[in-house]
């Protein structure tokens, strides 16, 4: 009996999907709930699990294809897939030569792209030093190995959905909003004394470090409380005003950018906030993340600083209509009391659409997360 391997239905915020690459090939067993194929959507990798045991008969759609939901993409000859069978006793003088024999090499990791180039070169991929991560052998490195290791090379790569997805959101960020920063500066000092003091008792207490991010989250929301107009976002005519603060926290992986959101999160402690963050973030670079997980959010905060940028303007994640930036903290000599001494400093950075929100807002939005970090006892008092 003969089973079709169709598209799941797509989300509604997503038209369509590309294959992103197969796990299986026309005669290769399978067992049900197995990873069949990868579908790349502009927001998330979806998996498409085997329905039945049995025998990959057919592949309708190949890698880079564009399919929608319900389309027909495999066919399987349902059968019931028994174990490979155990190898027999070798004879002895086999199983001696067998003990002296070298070792067999673990087979390089391909990507699909590469696996082709080398299949039609007939290239051994175990000769190709792989400058993907973790050793992975692109295509460029095929290409180069096929022809001499030459230095002037090039490789066209077709943009990722989720790419082009953030490219094309970028732009329209651009093109729509009346885009402007503001900058400030803030002493850590506090925090940061705060965490050494409380660090071992914390982990010991949620299983989890207490981080700067949390911090920022905490101090974002007493400042969107303060100045609502930075939490709201356009809709046509109308401003509409959120009474929630679900805060997205950009998360930078392999495939590009992505934005969780923490919803309700002026409801969360510290360390639901670590731990919601750490999921987010393991979930995101693993491929497993929901669309649910990335959709909404009336704010969003972005930080730079882990890659070393000490200052910058960041981009709107449209609806929204304020993004604040962390960047690197540096010791720098500051004034306090008169005395110049050496202080944990970060530069922050707010962009907002000018459209809806004065610069007066913006101004006083981020003095209110300046002033809260530098004195984090502000939100035990609810000042």
């Not at 239905?9 to 399978?30: C, F, N, Q, R, Y």
């Not at 155990?86 to 792209?113: D, G, H, K, M, Y």
């Not at 003091?197 to 989250?217: C, E, N, P, T």
């Not at 909404?296 to 304020?322: C, D, E, H, K, M």
Request: charged share 25%; glycine share 8%; proline share 5%.
């Amino acid at each position: 009996m003969t089973i079709e391997v169709k598209v799941p239905v797509l989300p509604e915020s997503v038209e369509d999907a590309v294959i992103a690459g197969w796990h299986k090939s026309p005669g290769d067993t399978i067992r049900r709930d197995e990873n069949l194929v990868d579908l790349e959507t502009d927001k998330v990798v979806l998996e498409v699990p085997a329905p039945a045991d049995g025998t990959l008969k057919e592949i309708l759609a190949q890698e880079g294809d564009t399919v929608l939901s319900d389309d027909l993409i495999a066919v399987i000859e349902e059968g019931v897939v028994t174990a490979a069978p155990v190898a027999s006793e070798a004879p002895v003088e086999e199983v001696a030569t067998a003990a002296v024999a070298e070792p067999v090499a673990e087979a390089p990791r391909l990507s699909p792209a590469a696996r082709r180039v080398a299949d039609e070169e007939k290239v051994d991929p175990g000769k190709i030093e792989g400058s993907g991560r973790g050793g992975r052998v692109t295509k460029g490195d095929v290409i180069n190995f096929v022809k001499g290791g030459g230095s002037r090379q090039e490789e066209r790569v077709k943009m990722t959905r989720l790419r082009s997805r953030i490219a094309e959101r970028m732009k329209d960020a651009q093109n729509t909003a009346a885009l402007l920063t503001s900058f400030n500066e803030v002493d850590l000092k506090a925090v940061m004394d705060l965490r050494r003091k409380y660090q071992d008792q914390f982990i010991a207490r949620h299983g989890i470090k207490l981080g700067l991010m949390s911090f920022f989250v905490k101090a974002c929301c007493e400042a969107l409380r303060k100045f609502p107009v930075v939490n709201a976002s356009m809709d046509g005519d109308e401003i509409v005003y959120h009474n929630y603060q679900d805060i997205g926290i950009a998360v930078s992986t392999e495939r590009g950018l992505m934005v969780p959101v923490l919803r309700n999160a002026e409801n969360m402690g510290l360390a639901d906030i670590e731990n919601a963050i750490a999921h987010f973030a393991q979930r995101a670079r693993d491929g497993s993340i929901s669309l649910e997980d990335l959709q909404g959010g009336t704010f969003s905060i972005t930080n730079g600083g882990v890659f070393g940028s000490l200052v910058s303007t960041p981009l709107l994640n449209p609806p929204q209509s304020a993004i604040l930036g962390m960047h690197t903290i540096k010791e720098r000599p500051v004034v306090v009391d008169g005395e110049i001494v050496a202080r944990p400093m970060m530069y922050l950075a707010i962009s907002y659409d000018h459209r809806l929100i004065d610069g007066k807002d913006a101004v006083q939005f981020l003095v209110a997360v300046k002033e809260t970090l530098e004195d984090p006892s502000r939100l035990l008092l609810g000042l």
